[in-house]
């Protein structure tokens, strides 16, 4: 019990460094620009040429901005702490997901896990921004928790109906989440396998039907998917480097661009390679530990990882909403000692982003130069300081300064 207490210390400690950085000023990727233009959209209009107009972002994320914005609570500190608190009840959904048993030894295997994902520098450092991605984890963690309790305990119906019911809200929230449908569907057809054996023929021709009513109704969502591959014209060679990169990063716990500076082509080819060797590692202990890991959650992994893999923009915040998965499957392997190494570095990057964190709360100068790379440099020291401080040849952008007044 005592280190299962000295765990629980860690998580407390951590999830309040989550709750200082809630005091930071609103952060923006462009994404987030995106999603207030959404958010306009629902509350006024959309008025045609406006960058909003055409957006294929779902409405989920949006339209808990206007909720906020209706309320009087559209503030920095209350997105920051609305995503926290998602965070912390996907964590949640996630360890009473794989708490197979209880035990001191069970228990501290979920501590470790919860506290490597609290040191996830992606986590980190999107927990604050106006971002769907804790939205997303909150949802989707939910609707693979629900599942398991219909397939664990006694077959519940209200269990199923809020797995579907979270699955829908995943899928409002971001088109990926569509990947859960067949997820569950995968984990109910294996909870109920001697029914399906012996009625094979009607669950055939039930997966038909629901096939074509499925690419009926996301034709849009899937169109623009397949249109997003075409258009950026990457081959297969760079969407696989520049993934296998991203999850290089995730183990490494460090951005490429802070190990070597940016334009280090090198140093991707590196990323890439540590990221193979984590997606083997990963795979091999999903196949190694399958009876351990629930059938829908295993099933939804990989279909989500073969689905942004062949996804034609990068950046590791992706991977965020598998992340849970991939630590808890992790945990139950064994490993040689020299891999406590790596679990050290992680460690120490992921305290070093929390205190990068803390530096660019606190610090609006660092603030302004770090958001997006820089992109909105000009719109927060317009915002900060009155007018930029930089090159002042590039045009302050109305509509980002719009957001960073109204959601002061």
């Known amino acids: 019990m005592r280190n299962a207490s000295f765990g629980s210390l860690i998580i407390a400690a951590l999830l309040g460094c989550y709750l200082v ?90 501590e470790l896990g919860v506290i490597l994902l609290l040191l996830s520098y992606p986590v980190i450092k999107f927990s604050p921004y106006p971002m769907s991605e804790m939205q997303y984890l909150f949802f989707s963690c939910g609707s693979l928790f629900f599942f398991h309790l219909y397939t664990d305990r006694g077959e519940r119906p209200g269990a199923l109906i809020l797995a579907v019911l979270f699955a829908g809200l995943a899928i409002l929230t971001r088109t990926v989440g569509i990947v859960l449908l067949p997820a569950l569907t995968a984990g109910l057809a294996w909870h109920h396998r001697t029914w399906v054996m012996r009625n094979w ?42 993934h296998l990169a991203e999850w290089g990063q995730l183990l490494l716990n460090v ?27 990963v795979s091999y202990q999903l196949i ?9 959650a295993g099933v939804y992994l990989v279909l989500y990882c073969m689905l942004i893999f062949y996804w034609p923009f990068f950046d590791v915040r992706f991977w965020i909403p598998v992340a849970p998965l991939m630590v808890m499957i992790l945990l139950y392997g064994s490993y040689p000692r020299f891999f406590r190494l790596v679990v050290i570095v992680y460690v120490l990057a992921g305290a070093g982003a929390n205190g ?15 958001q997006a790379g820089g992109q909105y440099r000009n719109e927060y020291e317009t915002f900060f300081f009155g007018k930029p401080s930089g090159d002042t040849s590039v045009q302050v952008d109305p509509y980002v300064l719009h957001v960073l007044e109204t959601c002061r």
């Not at 951005?255 to 590692?281: D, N, Q, Y």
């Not at 190694?288 to 829908?296: F, L, M, N, S, W």
């Not at 660019?360 to 302004?368: I, P, Q, S, V």
């Open 201 to 242: 023929k009607i669950v055939v021709l039930t997966v038909v039907v629901a096939g074509i009513v499925l690419v009926m109704a996301g034709g849009t969502g899937s169109g623009l998917y397949m249109n997003s591959v075409r258009h950026t014209g990457y081959g297969w060679k760079v969407l696989l480097r520049e």
């Open 21 to 110: 950085n809630c005091f930071s000023p609103l952060r923006l990727e462009y994404d987030s620009i995106r999603y207030f233009a959404l958010k306009d959209c629902l509350e006024q209009s959309c008025p045609p040429g406006f960058q909003a107009a055409n957006d294929p972002h779902p409405y989920g994320y949006p339209f808990l901005l206007l909720l906020l914005s209706r309320t009087g609570l559209l503030h920095p500190f209350t997105i920051a702490f609305v995503n926290l608190l998602y965070l912390a009840g996907a964590l949640y959904f996630t360890g009473k997901l794989f708490q197979k048993e209880k035990s001191t030894v069970a228990n501290a295997r979920l």
């Open 288 to 296: 190694r530990q399958r009876k351990k890991v629930p059938a829908a």
């Open 255 to 281: 951005p490429v661009g802070k190990i070597a500076g940016t334009g280090v082509r090198e140093m991707r080819w590196l990323a890439a390679a540590v990221g193979l060797l984590f997606v083997c590692v």
């Open 356 to 370: 990068y964190s803390f530096y660019t709360t606190f610090n609006k100068h660092a603030l302004a130069r770090s």
